[in-house]
């Protein structure tokens, strides 16, 4: 890859050459990918990208790690709507507010974006087997991703992963271990099964390769605002790969002279569940926490990619705040009855997020604001009834309907 210069230590500064089953350096730390931006800087410009048709996440292929040559796995991944919402901007008191449905993706999920790269990447190894643990949206993704390129899949979840997201890998065709524990301990036995069989490893603070596939939100964000810079782009966090994906392709943009300066992030997590943002508030070093949320897929007590996540945030003099269950779900509400977007619990945290922000006095009348909705509500249904309600239940009769209206004070006309 003439493009790549190596992988590089986040926490040792020690460097690798990037070969497609690069994992973590010998002192633990994760890996960074690093980009010859003066190479790129000559291939990639604006008048480049708006001559290009592909819609899909690798549109931006001069900024992805992967061969010319490699063949690139057939779902399509990214192009995702960024609606601009002045009604809801003005509900919260914004400037601006934008929302961005990555649930939009082929399995539903921004985590489309890491699985179609983990499969690309696969490839370039020679891998036939890939595997990974996940709280559920990065295993159905890779199953599905995996699916349509004809590779197979082991892939391990917590028992309490969503009915949506399991019958999504049993329809894949995954082998689907549903581990007995929490998100931790499904951790552990994959990473034990991938040392012992040797599959390609999808799990994403290892490999490095999976943020450069998340960092085409914030490419795309870019693209689709006309390269005008917004003051905050909130997102949910859990493992924080996401946030630090996103981070990455801003920086990645801001490298190669396409923007001129860099947004702010907003972290949000659960408030049963935010060690990342706690050690953000505390400004001490992150320690694991209980995984108390309905939000399953940012119910992560032991993040994974700390590291950069953390990084991330500090570096962009961000914003961190937690939302309790209570507000997920009213934002899950606000969200679709206002913009018609229908996220997941973890998918609508960020505007729950940024909601809360608002009222809070820290955001308000002078600022644009991005807010990325990671994941479909389909996958989720039993928590979108909790948040939202049931419907009017009658058997089919005139006299029914109207007394059921007068009840409910719905007037009808
Ligand atoms: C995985 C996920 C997140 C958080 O991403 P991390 O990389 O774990 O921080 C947020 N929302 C949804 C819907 C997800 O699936």
């Known amino acids: 890859m003439k493009h790549v210069l190596y992988g590089r230590c986040v926490r040792c500064g020690k ?3 990037a070969v497609p089953d690069l994992t973590t350096c010998e002192c633990g730390g994760i890996l960074e990918i690093t980009y010859d931006y ?13 001559g290009r ?7 931006y292929r001069e900024l992805l790690p992967v061969e010319e040559t490699t063949e690139l796995p057939p779902l399509r991944v990214g192009g995702s709507p960024l609606y601009e919402e002045p009604r ?8 601006k507010l934008w929302v961005k449905d990555d649930g939009q993706n082929p399995t539903a999920s921004l985590k489309d974006r890491a699985s179609a790269m983990a499969v690309a990447k696969a490839r370039e190894a020679g891998a036939r087997v890939i595997a990974c643990s996940s709280t559920g949206n990065a295993a159905s ?5 995996a699916a349509a390129a004809g590779l197979s899949t082991y892939i391990f979840v917590p028992s309490r992963a969503p009915k949506g997201k399991v019958a999504q890998l049993m329809t894949f065709g995954a082998t689907v271990i549903s581990v007995q524990g929490n998100y931790e301990e499904t951790f552990a036995l994959s990473k034990a099964a991938i040392d012992r069989w040797g599959w390609y490893n999808r799990n994403a603070a290892i490999n490095p390769y999976l943020s450069e596939g998340k960092k085409t939100v914030s490419l ?10 917004p003051d905050y782009i909130a997102i949910s966090v859990g493992d924080g790969c996401t946030i630090a994906g996103l981070w990455k392709g801003l920086k990645d943009f801001y490298a190669i002279g396409l923007i001129d300066w860099l947004p702010r992030l907003i972290s949000v997590q659960a408030e049963g569940c935010c060690p990342l943002n706690r050690a953000i508030a505390e400004d001490r070093p992150w320690y694991p926490m209980e995984e108390n949320t309905l939000a399953d897929s940012i119910a992560v007590g032991v993040p994974r990619n700390a590291d950069k996540a953390l990084m991330a945030i500090r570096e962009s003099n961000g914003l961190v705040v937690n939302v309790s269950d209570e507000e997920i779900m009213a934002a899950q509400k606000l969200l679709g009855m206002t913009c018609g977007v229908f996220g997941e619990p973890a998918g609508v945290a960020g505007t729950a997020g940024v909601r809360k ?13 991005v807010s990325v909705v990671t994941g479909n509500g389909l996958k989720d249904v039993a928590n979108a ?3 939202c309600g049931e419907p009017i239940s009658i058997p089919s009769d005139m006299e029914l309907l109207i007394k059921a209206f007068q009840e409910k004070g719905i007037a009808a006309d």
């Open 357 to 369: 922000l608002c009222e809070q006095g820290v955001l308000g009348g002078q600022d644009t604001v």
């Open 141 to 145: 993704s890779l199953a599905g991703n």
């Open 15 to 17: 460097t690798y050459e």
């Open 53 to 59: 048709s592909d819609r899909t996440m690798w549109r």
């Open 385 to 387: 009834i909790r948040a």
């Open 88 to 95: 809801l901007a003005k509900h919260l008191g914004l400037k």
């Open 38 to 50: 003066d190479y790129i800087k000559t291939r990639l410009t604006k008048e480049t990208l708006a």
């Open 220 to 229: 795309e964000i870019m693209e689709q605002l006309r390269w005008e810079v």
